[in-house]
């Protein structure tokens, strides 16, 4: 009889209508410790406590009676026919290998786990060399394949685990690329990532998704939710690396909330840390001088960062390709509070065409407010190289 497997007993029970899955439950270090055992009983116990079964109901819905479903946790009998474990990996929405069934799509699923984790490497080191658009084409099919593996009942830890890496790569991905008024796109998908990371139990990987969704939410104006997320990010960082990474956003979101009080503690924490850690393309000397210069200025402090946009530190190889765009923006700013038009024009011409080139219409706005009504050719010129990444982005 199709869809209903015979109890040893004899009875065909039909099968009750599958319960609600409590999917994130697969991806807990309590269940990762279960499954790795391959142990059908403790498997079957496990699912009955997370959805609150009792025997008779598990088995309604996988076919056998309550006296067999018995014997299974017990192990007083087991199941080794590969058809009835790969009927249960179906119905309990786990990974056939769990329960010993190695398969063709199986096997391709773990290729693409594989694939997935390269993919996400690969996206990241083409958004920090300024390719930003080919990172967001990279992960997108990635995030729609794992989705649709997560909405088919299929929630293994590793998967999840990847799903939030690609989601949240992709968020920041979108931030670079994406103007002003459509990042909170971004910010969506970052969100989706802590929404899974909070069920792993990984401070490291936690504080991660914080950094990267706080930093989002400050491009978004959501300043106070931002500094909430970075410093949390900061307090579960596990280790002086993972602190350096965070410290510079959560000096960026203090600033821009005016909190000049917070922004001056963070930057002490971030400059304390500069010769003990090593550089990345966003904590070195580099970024950091523009973070101060920006936080200076938004906490009403323009005469301090002018006596210092002078003391430019020399970009490195750490230093990502739009963080010399952010910088001279960021100095043309300063520039423009003191009067200095001249040296404004200057930086600014140069930003425009590099943030065409680099395709960062964030940026290309950025200069339009500094611009407005002072230096009307470069504002005219960023606004038709925003123009053009707009039709780009519409075709």
Not at 16 to 29: H, L, Q
Not at 33 to 42: E, V
Request: charged letters at 20%; hydrophobic letters at 45%; a positive charge.
């Amino acid at each position: 009889m199709a869809g209903r497997a015979q109890s040893p007993s004899g009875a065909v029970p039909v099968p009750g209508p599958a319960p609600r899955y409590a999917t994130w439950r697969w991806a807990t270090p309590q269940a990762q410790l279960i499954l790795a055992t391959g142990d059908l009983g403790r498997i079957l116990r496990f699912h009955r406590d997370v959805h609150g079964l009792n025997q008779t109901a598990l088995g309604q819905i996988l076919g056998y009676d309550k006296t067999y479903v018995s014997a299974l946790e017990l192990g007083k009998r087991t199941l080794d026919d590969l058809g009835s474990r790969r009927r249960i990996a179906d119905l309990l929405r786990l990974p056939p290998h769990v329960l010993g069934i190695t398969d063709p799509a199986d096997t391709d699923h773990r290729a693409m786990l594989q694939f997935g984790e390269s993919a996400v490497r690969l996206a990241e080191l083409a958004r920090q060399s300024g390719h930003a658009s080919e990172a967001v084409a990279e992960l997108w099919p990635l995030v729609a394949r794992l989705e649709s593996r997560v909405e088919a009942g299929h929630a293994e830890r590793e998967v999840l685990h990847l799903l939030a890496s690609a989601r949240v790569g992709l968020g920041v991905a979108l931030g670079n690329v994406l103007p002003e008024e459509r990042l909170s796109t971004a910010a969506h998908w970052t969100a989706k990532s802590l929404y899974v990371a909070q069920y792993f139990r990984d401070p490291g990987f936690c504080s991660e998704v914080l950094r990267l969704h706080g930093n989002e939410l400050r491009k978004v104006g959501l300043h106070g939710a931002a500094v909430h997320r970075l410093q949390h990010a900061v307090t579960l960082a596990p280790t002086s690396d993972a602190r350096a990474a965070a410290l510079p956003l959560l000096a960026r979101a203090a600033g821009a909330l005016g909190d000049a009080d917070l922004f001056d503690s963070v930057m002490r924490q971030a400059d304390e840390l500069l010769d003990r850690v090593d550089h990345t393309s966003l904590f070195n000397p580099y970024a950091l001088h523009e973070i101060r210069l920006r936080g200076l200025i938004a906490t009403g402090r323009a005469d301090t960062a002018a006596g210092l946009v002078d003391n430019l530190p020399s970009p490195t190889t750490t230093v990502a390709p739009q963080w010399r765009v952010i910088e001279q923006i960021t100095v043309a700013r300063v520039r423009l509070r003191v009067g200095d038009r001249n040296g404004a024009h200057e930086y600014l011409d140069s930003a425009v065409r590099e943030a065409a080139s680099q395709r960062l219409p964030h940026q290309l706005q950025r200069i339009m407010r500094a611009t407005n009504r002072l230096l009307p050719d470069i504002n005219a010129n960023a606004a038709l190289a925003l123009g053009q990444l707009r039709q780009e982005m519409a075709a």
